[in-house]
């Protein structure tokens, strides 16, 4: 069974960090890319980052450039995201989500989340 479990939100002054992760369990965790989303209060989801199933290709959407690191594990099974000089429009429920293959952008499974809360 496919399981991930995201960790390390939490709340955060403008401008400061956090990392979440992600601990994925129950298939072959460096066989599959992996993507961040997120949710807003009261909003759909958006496309945060991906990463390949080898760390060598990432991306992140515009307004996270610079600021965020996605990054993984694959000894660990883990997936992370470093947020820096993080604002309060950054508050959102985090997910980790699995890629349907090595390179897979689409995903098909994803965790519970994890709260980050932007606020002085």
């Known amino acids: 069974e496919v399981q991930l479990v995201e960790s390390g939100g939490g709340l955060v002054q403008p401008g400061g960090s956090l990392r979440v992760s992600c601990a994925a369990s129950?298939?072959?965790?460096?066989?599959?890319?992996m993507t961040w989303v997120r949710q807003a209060p009261g909003k759909g989801l958006e496309w945060v980052s991906y990463?390949?199933?080898?760390?060598?290709?990432?991306y992140y959407a515009e307004s996270m450039k610079g600021r965020f690191t996605i990054s993984r594990d694959n000894a660990k099974n883990t997936l992370y995201l470093q947020m820096n000089r993080l604002q309060s429009e950054d508050t959102a429920v985090y997910f980790c989500?699995?890629?349907?293959?090595?390179?897979?952008?689409?995903?098909?499974?994803w965790g519970q989340g994890t709260q980050v809360t932007v606020s002085s």
């Open positions: 990463i390949n199933w080898n760390g060598g290709t990432t």
């Open positions: 129950g298939f072959t965790f460096d066989d599959y890319a």
């Open positions: 989500a699995k890629g349907r293959g090595p390179y897979g952008y689409e995903y098909d499974y």
